[in-house]
């Protein structure tokens, strides 16, 4: 059974930083792109990153570029989101979210979600 | 970037109707759409990918359509349990961009 696991949401003031990680299982995690999503309270879906299963390609949307890294370590089957210089519309649930296959794929499997909260 | 519009962004309709949501792109995305359900409080699934395909256990009455600018999910007979709502994404390329959403309600 494939699973997403996020952790290390939670408050922070606006300029601060947070790293968000998500914990997978169940699948081969090497062979998948994965994604970052997030969700405003009572928004819609935004796409925020993406990275391929070996970690060499990272696609960022362009209002966290330059300031949002997307890693992995695939020797822990872990996904990070090193999000810095936060704003306050950056308030978020943050999904991770497994691809069907590559980093253009549709996104199959998705986590429960970490809220991330910035504000003073 | 390609912008993705839905229409309608909410519709009510009785249980046994036929549903129609669009979804339309900025500019052509071949058939590298997908449709997702949030159930409220829920994590959004995975309805249909490649414009058409029914992704494993989504129930026959979904179906999608399109390719191009302009795609369709349609729900044959609407349920109780489809209550949600309903987001397209494209995935030719990045950004992978979702559209606004329609939020579906029993009349």
């Known amino acids: 059974e494939v699973q997403l696991l996020e952790s290390g949401g939670g408050l922070v003031q606006p300029g601060g930083s947070l790293r968000l990680s998500c914990a997978a299982s169940?699948?081969?995690?090497?062979?998948?792109?994965i994604t970052w999503v997030r969700q405003a309270p009572g928004k819609g879906l935004e796409w925020v990153s993406a990275?391929?299963?070996?970690?060499?390609?990272?696609d960022y949307a362009a209002s966290v570029k330059g300031r949002f890294t997307i890693s992995r370590d695939n020797s822990k089957n872990t996904l990070y989101l090193q999000m810095n210089t936060l704003r306050a519309e950056d308030t978020a649930v943050y999904y991770c979210?497994?691809?069907?296959?590559?980093?253009?794929?549709?996104?199959?499997?998705w986590g429960q979600g970490t809220l991330v909260t910035v504000s003073s | 970037d390609i912008q993705m519009t839905q229409s309608p962004s909410s519709l009510s309709a009785s249980v046994g109707d036929r549903v129609t949501i669009t979804c339309r792109a900025s500019?052509?995305?071949?058939?590298?759409l997908a449709w997702y359900q949030q159930k409220p409080g829920k994590v959004p699934k995975l309805l249909i990918y490649?414009?058409?395909t029914l992704q494993s256990g989504v129930p026959s009455r979904f179906s999608g359509s399109g390719s191009g600018t302009d795609f369709t999910l349609t729900i044959s007979s609407l349920q109780p349990e489809d209550v949600a709502t309903y987001y397209c994404?494209?995935?030719?390329?990045?950004?992978?961009?979702f559209g606004g959403g329609t939020k579906v309600e029993i009349k």
């Open positions: 490649a414009a058409s």
């Open positions: 994404q494209k995935y030719n390329s990045a950004p992978l961009t």
């Open positions: 979210a497994k691809t069907r296959s590559g980093m253009v794929a549709a996104i199959n499997y």
């Open positions: 990275i391929s299963g070996s970690g060499d390609s990272t």
């Open positions: 500019q052509g995305i071949r058939n590298y």
């Open positions: 169940g699948f081969t995690f090497s062979a998948y792109a």
